[in-house]
């Protein structure tokens, strides 16, 4: 998504909105990973808000790899890796290291390896190995989640230096942005609808805060939430 700015000199320029802005970070990041580590697969990479009515205090989730959630066109089936849009402004190189802790699991499916158990909770060897090829150190994690406790060996917040930047500058942005939806939304009056391709069955109100951060996307129709058409004046 785009708006248009004036340069004050007449000349109308389009600028990249912020949602936008951090969606193309982590893009970029991902497709540098990859030229490091080829055998990392092309994923669908979405930022998205923590799950209606989940505890956010009790499941400390800052990111997800899902395997096998989506189909391109000609037919390839991708795994998703989705960013927790309530932890970015933790900074460019954490974030770096959720990315890097979900492109291990994306890199054991990718060759067919087992790396958790207990429904994804329990982190195995196969998974710290991983971990440890793309650039993360590899702890115990206490409370029974096995080798879970991953963070940036010496040398990779460096290595991946430009692309921190970006994520960083992406996130004040976004979050500028998220002040000003916020002050919109009072003056407004609160949340606004949003329909997928399935609507009208399916809706819901979220905050345009919420909504710039990243596409929402419905797991029936596959389809991103946008905001409903106000209905017609009489």
């Known amino acids: 998504m785009t708006e248009e700015t004036n340069d004050g000199g007449g000349q109308t320029a389009l600028a990249e909105r912020p949602g936008l802005a951090l969606s193309r970070a982590f893009d970029e990041l991902w497709t540098e990973i990859q030229a490091s580590h080829p055998d990392v697969p092309d994923c669908g990479l979405f930022v998205s808000p923590i799950a209606h009515g989940q505890d956010t205090k009790r499941f400390h989730v ?12 000609d037919g390839k089936v991708l795994g998703e890796v989705v960013l927790v849009a309530e932890h970015l402004a933790r900074g460019g190189e954490e974030v770096l290291e959720t990315v890097l802790h979900e492109a291990a699991h994306a890199l054991c499916a990718a060759r067919g390896l087992q790396d958790t158990s207990q429904g994804g909770r329990y982190h195995n060897a196969v998974f710290a190995a991983a971990a440890r090829e793309l650039g993360l150190d590899v702890k115990v994690m206490p409370g029974g989640r096995g080798l879970a406790d991953t963070s940036l060996a010496d040398g990779t917040a460096e290595k991946y230096g430009d692309a921190v930047k970006k ?3 992406a996130v004040i942005a976004a979050k500028a942005q998220a002040r000003k939806d916020d002050e ?19 809706s819901f109100r979220m905050s345009p805060s919420v909504a710039e951060v990243g596409p929402v996307t419905c797991g029936q129709c596959g389809s991103a939430f946008t905001e409903a058409p106000k209905p017609a004046k009489p």
């Open 62 to 73: 800052l990111g997800h790899f899902g395997k096998e959630r989506w189909q391109t066109q």
């Open 167 to 169: 994520l960083d500058a």
């Open 184 to 202: 919109r939304r009072k003056r407004a009056g609160g949340p606004v609808k949003f329909v997928c391709a399935c609507q009208p069955k399916r």
